[in-house]
T-cell receptor, first 109, second 114 residues
Framework: QQQVKQSPQSLIVQKGGISIINCAYE??????FPWYQQFPGKGPALLIA?????SEKKEGRFTISFNKSAKQFSLHIMDSQPGDSATYFC????????FGQGTTLQVKP | ETGVTQTPRHLVMGMTNKKSLKCEQH?????MYWYKQSAKKPLELMFV???????ENNSVPSRFSPECPNSSHLFLHLHTLQPEDSALYLC?????????????FGNGTRLTVT
């Protein structure tokens, strides 16, 4: 299976809260998992990425948690800010990048 | 200019028209891509070019015809499109056509087929 299933489709969080977006995959050959962030009217941009040999990667307020046995990975945005409001795409690859359906995040002031 | 530039930003065309989308990257990358983005669907890879050579055609209908004259420029020629082809078309580039080489996207061309 080449799909990456992403949830939720949309998310509303209060400023200062934690935003959590989840992704699941079937293909155990996937070995690189990036997250892209897309603001309205802009193209996606790489936010953070992880390999399956680590369980967590943190960059500032953004953390990827990876559960290899469950074939799941998630993005946590700590202390969410209105400027984080965007669409987030998870992806997985072993050659061709397979994207999830996207999650639209709205952070309310 | 820096990054990946796409023109036009918006395009409305009839089903019998012929038009072209243009992409230019100023990053010195060797690989370029066309993606289709439709609402509530994953980004769909259409074509990949590596050092000007097409390395992937993801079963794209022949009404979409890519052209890559050099590593900095990529075109998507459109003809006899269907209304379901209306979408945001994104160009991207990367240093190499390898799986862990980050993609740098342009801001896309919003295409409406009437």
């Amino acid at each position: 299976q080449q799909q990456v299933k992403q949830s939720p489709q949309s998310l509303i969080v209060q400023k200062g809260g934690i935003s959590i977006i989840n992704c699941a995959y079937e293909n155990t050959a996937f070995d690189y998992f990036p997250w892209y962030q897309q603001f309205p009217g802009k193209g996606p941009a790489l936010l953070i990425a992880i390999r399956p040999d680590v369980s967590e990667k943190k960059e500032g307020r953004f953390t990827i948690s990876f559960n290899k046995s469950a074939k799941q990975f998630s993005l946590h945005i700590m202390d969410s800010q209105p400027g984080d409001s965007a669409t987030y795409f998870c992806a997985a690859t072993t050659g061709k990048l397979i994207f999830g359906q996207g999650t639209t995040l709205q952070v309310k002031p | 200019e820096t990054g990946v530039t796409q023109t036009p930003r918006h395009l409305v065309m009839g089903m019998t028209n012929k038009k072209s989308l243009k992409c230019e990257q100023h990053l010195g990358h060797n690989a370029m891509y066309w993606y289709k983005q439709s609402a509530k669907k994953p980004l769909e890879l259409m074509f990949v070019y590596n050092f000007k050579e097409q390395t992937e055609n993801n079963s794209v209908p022949s009404r979409f015809s890519p052209e890559c004259p050099n590593s900095s420029h990529l075109f998507l020629h459109l003809h006899t499109l269907q209304p379901e082809d209306s979408a945001l078309y994104l160009c991207a580039s990367s240093q190499a056509a390898s799986y862990n080489s980050p993609l740098h996207f342009g801001n896309g061309t919003r295409l409406t087929v009437t």
